[in-house]
């Protein structure tokens, strides 16, 4: 994830996660996960997972890792190439690594390109080197501009980056925010358009990265729209609606059956929880790679 994302959810997710690790224990509940939570998990475990580190930015990622690996999980991502080495440490990778814009500024700004293009080609190589499988980016915000227009701007500039996404085996992934709730503005918030813009890039190292919780606010139809558009789709990412909070029976979304319906269509990627916790970390944490158990 962008240092935007990061920066702009890093007062609501500490607090969160503060608030539940308070709630749990008079020490901090992070630093000491129940032991429940960290059993293996069993199951068909058809889906590979992982988590996002900045919902648990007040862990240690040392101690996040450890705790991950003794779920199940076989990554932490959204992480900047400083932090890489401690996820291998622990027999992890970082499914998806933190890439060249932020979630305002993006591709769809053509003054943005040299940079964003510069940085894309430092940061494509190390990726690879690290044998990382993904580099998020974004669109940017709209500004006023019409989404034919960003599309159009979004495709001349990613044309630039993907030749070498190709010959070093990365795959590029857009991010599907709503620009409802939490991204005003975000000019890829709709599946379509970022399908479309899969579709004139025109590249295999160019996919969407499909969020969960994102695309429920905006569209809904969620297991049809994954069924539809699965070609586009390059990653998937978690979160209870509303609220972004735990994925269990206390929110809308039917989380066993998108996994289900995920799973059959062969994906082989990974599934990402980026959920803020309410309750006690771990234990929410554990709770929601069972229910993607499948």
């Known amino acids: 994830m962008s240092h935007s994302r990061r920066d702009a959810l890093k007062a ?3 607090a ?17 996960p129940s032991r429940d939570a960290l059993q293996p998990l069993a199951g068909a475990g058809r ?29 932490v991502e959204l992480l900047s190439e400083k932090d890489w ?19 305002p500024v993006g591709f769809n700004r053509p003054s943005e390109h040299d940079r964003l293009v510069a940085e ?3 940061l494509l190589p190390l990726v690879a080197a690290a044998g990382l499988p993904n580099m998020i980016v974004f669109s940017g915000n709209r500004g006023g ?36 709730v939490d991204h005003k503005d975000y000019m890829c918030d709709h599946t379509a358009w970022g399908a479309e813009l899969v579709r004139q890039v025109g590249s295999p190292r160019f996919k969407l990265l499909y969020d ?3 695309m429920q606010i905006m569209e809904g139809d969620v297991i049809r729209t994954i069924r539809d558009n699965f070609g586009a789709i390059g990653h998937f990412h978690t979160g209870g609606v509303p609220g972004r909070n735990e994925i269990d029976g206390g929110q809308e979304l039917q989380y066993p059956a998108i996994m289900r319906a ?26 929601g790679v069972r229910t993607c158990d499948v």
């Open 47 to 75: 889906l590979k997972q992982s988590v996002c580190q900045w919902c648990y930015s007040s862990m240690p990622l040392d101690d996040l890792c450890a705790a991950a690996k003794g779920m199940g999980l076989l990554s």
């Open 120 to 122: 894309s080609e430092r």
């Open 16 to 32: 969160a996660v503060a608030g539940a690790a308070m709630a749990a224990s008079p020490m901090t509940a992070m630093a000491t």
């Open 85 to 103: 080495p401690v996820v291998k440490q622990h027999g992890l990778t970082c499914a998806m690594a933190n890439g060249p814009s932020t979630i």
């Open 262 to 287: 995920i799973a059959d269509l062969g994906y082989t990627g990974f599934i990402g929880q980026e959920f803020i916790p309410r309750r006690d970390p771990m234990t929410s944490l554990a709770e």
């Open 145 to 180: 501009m019409g989404d034919g227009e960003g599309l159009a701007t979004c495709v001349t500039g990613l044309k630039r980056i993907t030749p070498l996404a190709e010959r070093l085996g990365v795959t590029v992934c857009m991010e599907l925010l709503n620009s409802r």
């Open 12 to 14: 609501i997710g500490g």
């Open 212 to 214: 969960i919780y994102h």
